[in-house]
């Protein structure tokens, strides 16, 4: 397999990925301004573009932080170079380069992405047909996840595609709680009080865990519940534990077919033990922020050595 | 149409009677609902659209993807028809290679006063780093498309050569495949020779001109500009059928003696470089210094026998259309015998008594650029205005050397399907052809464009052309 191969299939699945959870993330602060005044979703709509990393660039074209602003840009805008039709359009444009590594149906299904999303983001999204547009975003994802799947040899290409699944995956819900920690709560002192459940509601909502949450709960939203459940359950598929494991598990694939490992089989096997080792009183006493942004980093430096060491660049 | 002489049609007869090639497919157009088969024609556009099979389109709207069009209607090849072209086609071809050796050797076609020296001296597609060389298996052009065009029922000519790189094939399969997803019951009802096993034809024929180097199972790889060439799908496509790596120019360096390409596990050596980047490109260290696209050093491993490069560098000099015109002469030189498929007749405007004779009748001629390709740069003399023929003419007599030109030919018509039914339109014929030390094999079809514009001899894509796909019978 070419190094550029490797690169293309890598980054196709990081960009269809991220396209996702920015889907999701504008999904969760729809429906947060629904249901709030208007000073706090204000504040959800910050918090929206601060966890995809675009505070800079959003704040160069835009003054406030309305829902309709700021799901355009996220969405579409030309002038962000991070839009969700720019992932798509970057998503294809890898796919197209490595469209020898994949299989018919997963170059149809991302190329259909593609299209619907071109044209259903054609022109700006009105409030009445955001949902149908975020909608379409996680659909289309699952197509290609689902193409993936049911068609694709289970060899190194394979692995490529979920390493840069699970590195981005991971990336994206260590911010969102990150960010949604201290942006949404007033203080730490909420913690352990009546809590607002609509806020909590949110942070599961913009990783798809509101109903696997509620179901091992029993419905109770509780701070610590919840990190715990986005860092270290292993039966959520967004959790970091969850997304190192199948990191560290298609590492080991590679190594099997090459017959050695290399430093990124180190370093995520440090990271895999350090949180294995991990309880949630224990991140808390240690502090929230502390512990993911170490995490966002160390993850960082994961993708990094494997660029280096199957060869992504000439 | 009523000024020109009356083309052949090669579905119906002039009375409206059905030709025998035609009869199955006829019974059963016959039973369709009209309806039925619009549809089924926006169904092939969308089809395409999610498949990812087109090509991209230089200038205004760069970066842009279009369909060619493809018109449902096949065009069909008798199996005698078939026979007695493939011979021709393969006594071409044969000269073609040999023509390229000779060039690039001791040159006996200019020695023995047949071909004239300047037009290889001259000749910007002459490459004289490759003077001497000695390819792998000796094979020049590994991938021949002869473009044909008929004009009566036994009357099939040559138009032009393409010996250097051949595009469309992937055209010529992926409208196969439609045809079958469309009308599965039509090839139960007519027996069609299939064209699917190109590609693995194509890697076969490739292996078998690997350099002794190779191991057994020689290492292929299709090198193309990338995303944004005209025909990158095809690149991708043919990679993707063959098993082939599909490589770009920074993916390959030379290494230990070796053309290798950059893989996840360090540097692999290639044998057999199918390359889809121009001479000029191919090389910066040889020929084009800016150029990224290719690899340095490549023509020295080339040289040393270590790397098979196809199509060679260099054969584009058999496209040129002023050697076309010695084609006939060239053909009889290395084969011995008299060219199966006679070429369309040719005036050289670099000869006096011919520029005298184009000048005065450019009315009725076509007049081609000898280097060009892909339709531009031409005149088509009955089309265009008093005005433009002026301009050209200009233009004709400040560089006579550069033009040849033709009769304006009464091309054969097959139908396509329009709003108002079955309405005739131009086409030609690309067949594709595999040269390697095993022989020579050519796939039964190719590729047929067609004029979509009602009485226009343009099939160029780049100007409007659609495809059809081609049935040669079985017997």
Redesign the interface.
């Known amino acids: 397999?070419?190094?550029?191969?490797?690169r293309g299939v890598f980054w196709m699945a990081r960009y269809l990925e991220r396209a996702e959870n920015t889907a999701r993330l504008l999904d969760a602060g729809h429906r947060m301004a629904l249901t709030r005044d208007e000073a706090i979703s204000t504040e959800e709509w910050r918090s929206v573009v601060e966890t995809v990393g675009q505070t800079q660039s959003y704040q160069a074209s835009h003054g406030t932080y309305t829902g309709i602003q700021v799901w355009n840009y996220l969405l579409r805008e030309k002038n962000n170079s991070q839009s969700v039709l720019a992932m798509v359009e970057n998503a294809r444009?890898s796919a197209?380069?490595v469209?020898?590594a994949l299989t018919?149906e997963v170059?149809?299904a991302i190329?259909?992405s593609w299209?619907n999303l071109r044209d259903l983001l054609g022109k700006p999204v009105r409030e009445a047909n955001l949902g149908e547009v975020l909608n379409a975003i996680r659909r289309q994802a699952t197509l290609v996840r689902g193409a993936v799947e049911g068609s694709m040899l289970r060899n190194?290409n394979f692995n490529f595609f979920r390493i840069g699944t699970f590195i981005e995956r991971a990336d994206n819900t260590a911010r969102i709680l990150d960010v949604k920690y201290y942006v949404l709560l007033p203080s730490l002192a909420w913690v352990g009080s009546s809590l607002d459940n609509v806020q909590w509601d949110s942070v599961l909502r913009s990783v798809s865990g509101e109903r696997a949450y509620r179901w091992l709960n029993a419905g109770a939203m509780d701070p610590r519940g919840i990190a715990q459940f986005m860092i270290l359950d292993q039966r959520f598929p967004r959790s970091l534990s969850f997304s190192l494991d199948k990191v560290r598990s298609n590492l080991a694939g590679?190594a099997h077919q090459?017959g050695q490992e290399t430093s990124a089989h180190e370093q995520v096997r440090g990271l895999g033990s350090r949180i294995h080792h991990l309880t949630i009183d224990r991140i808390f006493d240690d502090g929230l922020h502390e512990f993911l942004t170490d995490f966002i980093a160390t993850n960082r430096q994961v993708a990094l050595a494997i660029e280096r060491d199957?060869?992504f660049y000439? | 149409m009523s000024s020109k002489p009356a083309s052949y049609d090669e579905m119906f007869y002039p009375n409206g009677a059905v030709r025998p090639g035609y009869a199955g497919y006829c019974h059963w157009y016959g039973q369709q609902d009209p309806s039925v088969l619009r549809r089924k024609s926006q169904e092939a556009e969308s089809f395409f659209r999610t498949t990812g099979i087109t090509f991209n389109v230089y200038g205004d709207n760069a970066g842009e993807e279009r369909l060619i069009p493809f018109d449902m209607v096949p065009r069909i090849i008798t199996a005698a028809e078939w026979r007695k072209l493939s011979r021709g086609i393969e006594q071409r071809v044969r000269a073609l290679n040999a023509f390229l050796h000779d060039i690039y050797h001791r040159q006996e076609i200019i020695r023995s006063g047949r071909l004239p020296q300047r037009l290889i001296a001259s000749n910007a597609a002459f490459l004289a780093q490759m003077v001497g060389l000695k390819p792998p298996g000796g094979v020049y052009t590994h991938i021949v498309g002869i473009d044909l065009v008929r004009t009566g029922p036994d009357e099939f000519m040559v138009l032009e050569d393409n010996a250097r790189t051949p595009s469309g094939v992937s055209y010529m399969l992926e409208n196969r495949e439609t045809m079958m997803a469309m009308f599965p019951e039509l090839f139960s009802r007519v027996q069609v020779c299939p064209v699917q096993d190109y590609p693995r034809r194509l890697a076969a024929s490739l292996a078998a001109c690997a350099p002794p180097c190779a191991g057994d199972r020689p290492v292929v790889a299709v090198l193309t500009p990338g995303i944004y060439n005209s025909a990158y799908f095809e690149h991708a496509f043919l990679a993707d059928q063959m098993g082939a790596e599909l490589v770009e120019g920074n993916d390959l360096r030379v290494v230990d003696g070796r053309v290798a390409m950059r893989t996840t596990q360090g540097y692999q050596p290639i044998d057999v470089l199918y390359r889809r980047v121009d001479d000029e490109f191919l090389d910066p260290l040889t020929f084009n210094p800016t150029s990224i696209l290719g690899v340095p050093g490549i023509m020295d491993i080339y040289r040393a026998g270590k790397i098979t490069i196809a199509n060679a560098p260099g054969t584009g000099i058999a496209d040129d259309k002023a050697i076309y015109s010695f084609m006939p002469e060239i053909v009889e030189f290395y084969t011995g015998e008299k060219p199966l498929l006679q070429n369309v007749p040719t005036w050289r405007c670099s000869e006096k008594d011919s520029l005298a004779y184009v000048l005065d009748n450019l009315a009725e001629l076509v007049v081609k650029e000898v280097h060009g390709s892909g339709g531009y740069g031409m005149l088509i003399g009955p089309t265009s205005s008093k005005k433009e023929i002026a301009a050209f003419a200009a233009k004709l007599k400040a560089k006579p050397d550069n033009y040849i030109a033709q009769p304006t030919l009464a091309l054969s018509t097959v139908p396509i399907m329009t709003k108002a039914g079955l309405a005739p339109r131009h086409v030609d014929l690309r067949p594709f052809v595999l040269v390697s030390p095993k022989g020579i094999d050519i796939t039964p079809g190719g590729l047929t464009r067609v004029a979509l514009k009602q009485g226009s001899l343009v099939v160029n894509s780049s100007q409007g052309g659609g495809t059809k796909d081609s049935w040669v019978l079985e017997d």
């Open positions: 397999m070419l190094g550029r191969t490797a444009t197209r380069s469209r020898t018919r170059w149809e190329n259909e299209m190194e590679l090459y199957y060869r000439a």
